[in-house]
């Protein structure tokens, strides 16, 4: 099936370090999620977006919707420890119908350095 | 704890055997899914229910497979004659419909499978 392309693919910071990742498809999307899993746990929505444009936050979390509705990205700053999962992005295109059925990014695997 | 729960979290059992796992969402949601999850990959579409009706279900979830929401509440999750490759993480999501806005899937923990 349809996946997003996410990147990067891992990344491995020290702590107090920003953070940039980002998701991309190739159709347009009306809804953007960001969301962080843990091992051995589900995922936890950390943002969702709307609408074209749009940059939301949740603390030290930004992530905005892009322009052209085909490209997302989240932000983290001044990053800690507990940072450290996989960040997925996941959306809906606007074929999805009323399926609301998510596509999904791969995942970012992030590593933080105390 | 008003999140998405799912019961039981790990299940361990000899290829060939029928597991069941359950659902039980957060109780205002009418929308219920199943995903599967691998490592290092997201969670893969299974099905998803609308109240208590199924209204899609995706070409991974074969024959052995089967889901239910008799009273559009809980769910439950059934695979029969297990086979090793059906060795995954189960993901209960749920959401609440309304609106224009695609309402964001809220996750349960899973239940981890592994079939011996």
């Known amino acids: 099936g349809q996946q997003l392309n996410q990147s990067p693919q891992s990344m491995f910071i020290q702590e107090g370090e920003d953070v940039s990742m980002n998701c991309t498809s190739s159709?347009?999307?009306?809804?953007w999620l960001w969301y962080k899993q843990d091992p051995g746990e589900g995922p936890v929505l950390l943002i969702a977006l709307y609408k074209a444009g749009e940059l939301t936050s949740n603390g030290r979390l930004t992530a905005q919707f892009g322009i052209t509705r085909k490209d997302s990205f989240l932000n983290i700053s001044a990053s800690i420890p507990s940072d450290v999962g996989i960040y997925f992005c996941a959306g809906h295109g606007y074929n999805a119908g009323n399926n609301r059925k998510l596509i999904w990014g791969l995942g970012t695997s992030l590593a933080v350095n105390p | 704890d008003t999140g998405v729960s799912q019961d039981p979290r790990h299940k361990i059992t000899k290829r060939g055997q029928n597991v069941t796992f359950r659902c039980d969402p957060i109780s205002e949601h009418n929308r219920l899914y199943w995903y599967r999850q691998t490592l290092g990959q997201g969670p893969e579409f299974l099905t998803y229910f609308q109240n208590e009706a199924q209204l899609e279900k995706s070409r991974l979830l074969s024959d052995r497979f089967s889901a239910e929401r008799p009273k559009g509440s809980f769910s439950t999750l059934e695979i029969q004659r297990t086979e090793q490759g059906d060795s995954a993480m189960y993901l209960c999501?749920?959401?609440?419909?309304?609106?224009?806005?695609?309402?964001?899937?809220?996750f349960g923990d899973g239940t981890r499978l592994s079939i011996l």
């Open positions: 159709s347009i999307f009306n809804t």
């Open positions: 999501a749920s959401s609440l419909v309304g609106g224009i806005r695609n309402q964001p899937q809220h």
